[in-house]
């Protein structure tokens, strides 16, 4: 199968693409400044990846290529393992996957997508992990996803009021039924259902937003703005806090969990596994170290 041509990124599409770049640079900012901190000179490590697709040139979509991203990664003494992903591609689903996308299919397989991807794994067990994400896709339909979810091994209900409310001021300032729709959504969407347990204490999930793409572009850049007022202070807050050998045994076991569900039922996983994404970056999701009872 030969993949589209696709055309000069539109206006919208630009803007999205600079405000997800924009903000990798803020969060990898403050990430770095919380290592310093803590007395390590830890920095991210930064890799560009083209995507390769049967039929489409390697390189921008500028120049007619299928796009790429950039692969952020640090580890440090704070965060054990952190990953932040930004990536533009473009092309053709295969037909199969194209019917399980909104506004694709057999006869419109094309697609367009702009977006940030954070997975972050602390060294501290009192230190929630987290995970972030917001993107574009367009179709034949234009629509924004994304949201994050609060992943401690040892919760603290301080650290979990703080989270949902920088997120419910993000939906109240757009939508009073945002935040209860979009939460339960969370809930729904990180349980691990062979386990029967959620994979943690929660956050908002939403996807194809579409419509008014000035009201959801606001509202996507909300998401971004309330995961940076939030994530950084829980961290602050708990990572000078001494933690046991029984307590890192218990953060190696939950990160299995954690494992689990992003190789069995997360959406972004498939979605560039599917797409010819760098499996580096798709992966980085997982965590160093690991266990298993």
């Known amino acids: 199968m030969t993949a589209p041509t696709l055309p000069a990124l539109d206006a919208e599409q630009q803007a999205a693409r600079a405000w997800f770049e924009s903000l990798r640079d803020r969060i990898c900012g403050e990430f770095e400044a919380i290592e310093r901190e803590a007395g390590s000179d830890a920095a991210f490590d ?94 034949t339909k234009r629509w924004f996803g994304g949201g994050a979810d609060l992943n401690p091994p040892i919760p603290y209900a301080e650290d979990t009021a703080d989270f949902h409310a920088a997120f419910q001021r ?15 959504w969370a809930d729904d969407y990180f349980y691990i259902p062979h386990r029967q347990v959620h994979r943690g204490v929660g956050g908002i999930f939403y996807d194809h937003l579409e419509g008014a793409f000035d009201a959801n572009f606001a509202f996507t850049r909300a998401v971004g703005e309330a995961f940076l007022d939030a994530f950084p202070r829980i961290v602050r807050r708990r990572m000078g806090l001494p933690w046991t050998p029984a307590e890192e045994a218990d953060l190696l ?32 999701s997982l965590p160093p170290r690991v266990t298993w009872s």
């Open 170 to 184: 993000a939906c109240d300032a757009h939508d009073p039924e945002y935040y209860p729709r979009f939460k339960k």
């Open 253 to 284: 076991e939950w990160r299995g969990r954690y494992v689990e569900f992003n190789l069995v039922h997360d959406r972004g996983t498939l979605f560039g596994l599917k797409t010819g994404g760098n499996i580096d970056a798709i992966l980085m």
């Open 46 to 139: 930064y890799l560009s990846w083209w995507r390769e697709s049967e039929g489409q040139a390697t390189g921008p979509i500028e120049q007619g290529g299928g796009g790429g991203g950039t692969r952020g990664v640090m580890k440090g003494k704070v965060f054990e393992k952190v990953g932040v992903n930004v990536s533009t591609v473009g092309g053709a689903f295969s037909p199969e996957f194209a019917r399980t996308i909104h506004g694709a299919g057999a006869e419109n397989p094309g697609f367009f997508a702009t977006g940030i991807s954070l997975v972050a794994h602390m060294a501290n067990p009192h230190v929630p992990a987290v995970h972030m994400n917001t993107r574009m896709l367009v179709t």
